[in-house]
């Protein structure tokens, strides 16, 4: 799961009564070359039924990541699964990591909005996109996005400010997505 701040792993297990525990490994290629993430090996719980894991990590550059799992035997004997694959896009969150068959762009969420609101967006294909905020009267208020982005779906943080840095007034707003030749227009208001 990739986030603004990083990128999570988790993963959920069965049965432990045989695994001493997990080791994580990165690579920015499927099948290029891949380096341990964790120090220490992640202890097992050891449960019969199994238990749930998650790993931050934080990647030096934007782009796809792909990661493997290594179960460590209490016999020694070594199995991995994967690799899985999240893209890390600096001050963006990734929805999933399944890629949409189409694009979309969706309300605001919430909306009403005070202080801050989250803007969803899907693309199937690799796009430089744009998304830009305007008042009433079609006056730009702030450029929230203006990048190459992988396909994926994904979302996007205004925290109410204009290109100053100052907050806004409450009133209508307008946000425009542009991805390609798919653009998109939707209203939001922000309420003090």
């Not at 990591?97 to 189409?102: C, L, N, R, W, Y």
């Not at 969706?106 to 803007?119: G, H, L, V, W």
Request: charged residues 20%; aromatic residues 14%; glycine residues 10%.
């Amino acid at each position: 799961l990739g986030q603004a701040n990083g990128i999570t792993i988790e993963w959920q297990t069965a049965l432990e009564i045989d695994i001493a525990g997990y080791n994580l490994y990165h690579s920015v290629a499927e099948n290029g070359e891949y380096s341990k993430m964790n120090e220490k090996m992640i202890t097992a719980s050891g449960k019969s039924d199994g238990s749930a894991y998650s790993f931050s990590y934080r990647p030096d550059h934007d782009g796809l990541h792909y990661f493997k799992l290594e179960h460590v035997g209490l016999d020694g004997k070594c199995e991995f699964n994967g690799p899985i694959s999240a893209s890390f896009v600096t001050g963006v969150t990734v929805a999933t990591s399944e890629i949409p068959q189409e694009f979309s762009l969706a309300q605001n969420y919430p909306n009403p909005f005070n202080p801050s609101t989250s803007i969803a967006f899907a693309l199937p294909t690799q796009e430089f996109v744009t998304i830009t905020i305007f008042d009433g009267r079609g006056r730009v208020v702030k450029s929230l996005m203006s990048r190459n982005m992988p396909a994926g779906s994904f979302v996007v943080t205004w925290d109410g400010t204009n290109e100053e840095g100052s907050q806004i007034a409450n009133g209508i707003y307008f946000y425009r997505f542009v991805a390609g030749d798919f653009s998109k227009t939707l209203k939001m208001t922000f309420m003090k």
